[in-house]
């Protein structure tokens, strides 16, 4: 393993590469000036996402999402308990190396772009880890990398458009395939269906669920308030109320009518055609 990348390291004992993401009796807590107490955002949770896997990670507000994929990304620190992150246990491991094989797609992101980027320079940026655009540094790979995950996200009639100017769809496709340029081993992805409409969102889940093709051992984790919004590549599902874990497993045995009934605080009846999912109160 050389200084500049971090690999999913072989678990010495299964022979198996070690979870992408492993928590271990992991509590987050924050201090409340006001009364002098602290607030629980999680509590006891137990989590293993490996290679390949594509979790979706589900909730009602206030339920612990964020601070759940902000632990997954490197981006926090538990109170009590144990994070691991590509085989690297967080507080013994450089940070700042870390998070470069995690792909961290945050919307706020693209306010950060100079306004005349286009969608095709802001994809390069991924290559350089930079909000600027530096053409000189891009290598023949970061160029065809980039072309390949234009295409894949349905970008490729907009390459040229000010990145500024793109909806919010585009916008959410383009910082996504930005983050893959650097062939991240964990993608984590807030809520990417927020906000779309209805072409929108299926172009964005056609694009994740192609991901499988492009990185067989990528591993994603995708947090949301609606299974409509979940790619046909989910494989894994996580249920969080409380900051509690309430169910984790495969999908077909996760999302269902009595589990989500008890995660949303109310009947409902989960129906699926084919790979998608809806769900409606009951």
Known sequence: MTSQSISVEADAEAGQPRPAVR??????????????????????????????????LLGPNGAGKTTLLALAGAADFPSRGQVELLGRTMGRTDVSRLRRQIGFVDVRDGERFAPMLSVREVVRTGATGTIGYFEERLTV????????????????????????????????????????????????????????????????LAALADLSNIDPTLAVVITTHHVEELPSSTSHALLLRDGGVLAAGAVAQTLTDAAL???????IRVTRAGQRWSAIAA
């Open 23 to 56: 928590l271990t009796g992991v509590q987050v807590w924050r201090w409340q000036q006001e009364s002098g107490s602290r607030k629980s955002l999680l509590h006891d949770v137990s989590w293993e996402v490996r290679a390949g896997e594509h979790w979706a």
């Open 141 to 204: 790979s970061d160029v065809e990398r980039a072309d390949v995950l234009v295409g894949t996200f349905g970008l490729a009639p907009l390459t040229e458009r000010r990145f500024a100017t793109c909806s919010q769809g585009e916008r959410k496709r383009a910082l996504i395939a930005r983050a893959l340029m650097g062939q991240p081993h964990l993608l984590l992805l807030d809520e990417p269906g927020a906000g779309l409409d209805l072409p929108g969102r299926e172009l964005l």
């Open 261 to 267: 009934s008890s995660c949303f605080g109310m009947p």
